[in-house]
């Protein structure tokens, strides 16, 4: 069945270090993919999506690439402040009429001042 | 509501009790989704309600779990004589129409205890 890894955390940054959260999936088809974020204390919200094969998702300034050569959707931002600190997570769905997501582990990352 | 809510935001239960978990959606969503967090692991699908249609049920663990949803307004989860691997944060999601598309919109969730 289809299945995402990502990274094990927890990940420690220093603020405007660059980030990398590696993703992969394996599924059937052409899934779309999603990365979560949970920031402390409120519910996981949709940071950003890619439905098709070398689609860029951007959000906040975060990206990802959906590289299906590589069966990868690596979460990505140039320069991390306090406020990204949160639990990351990948995500895919077959399709986007689908309603059931397969998730990632999830990825911890804290920021430092 | 503005948003989805939760409740109790925390359970701490003893081994066999039975459990109740709530869910509100935002108001005028058809679709409605249970996922479990095991620690370390990722979220598992539980259940989804769209409307009048009959559930899918198929993510459920075991006979012990059970949801029901009235109309379009709150869910509830029970766990019937829970045991300490049902020890989660049970998520509730909810969205427009049934789909990913449509974007799903999470509450933050409910940590159960079970000792």
């Known amino acids: 069945g289809d299945s995402v890894t990502q990274m094990e955390g927890p990940v420690t940054l220093s603020e405007e270090a660059f980030l990398t959260i590696n993703c992969t999936y394996t599924a059937t088809g052409y899934p779309s993919l999603f990365w979560y974020v949970q920031y402390p204390g409120e519910g996981l919200q949709l940071l950003l999506k890619a439905t098709k094969a070398d689609d860029k998702g951007s959000n906040k300034g975060f990206e990802a690439t959906y590289r299906k050569e590589t069966t990868s959707f690596h979460l990505e931002k140039g320069s991390v402040q306090v406020s990204d600190s949160a639990v990351y997570f990948c995500a895919l769905s077959p399709n986007l009429n689908d309603y059931k997501l397969s998730f990632g582990a999830g990825t911890t990352v804290t920021v430092r001042a | 509501g503005a948003g989805v809510s939760q409740s109790p935001s925390n359970k701490v239960t003893e081994k066999g009790k039975d459990v109740e978990l709530r869910c509100d959606p935002i108001?005028?969503?058809?679709?409605l989704y249970w996922y479990r967090q095991r620690l370390g692991q990722g979220l598992e699908f539980l259940i989804y309600?769209?409307?009048?249609?009959?559930?899918?049920k198929s993510g459920l663990p075991s006979d012990r779990f059970s949801a029901e949803r009235t109309g379009e307004s709150v869910s509830t989860l029970t766990i019937q004589r829970t045991q300490q691997e049902d020890s989660a944060v049970y998520l509730c999601a909810s969205s427009s129409e049934g789909g990913i598309g449509y974007g799903y919109t999470f509450g933050s969730g409910t940590r159960l205890t079970v000792v």
């Open positions: 108001s005028g969503h058809t679709a």
């Open positions: 309600f769209q409307g009048n249609s009959a559930p899918d």
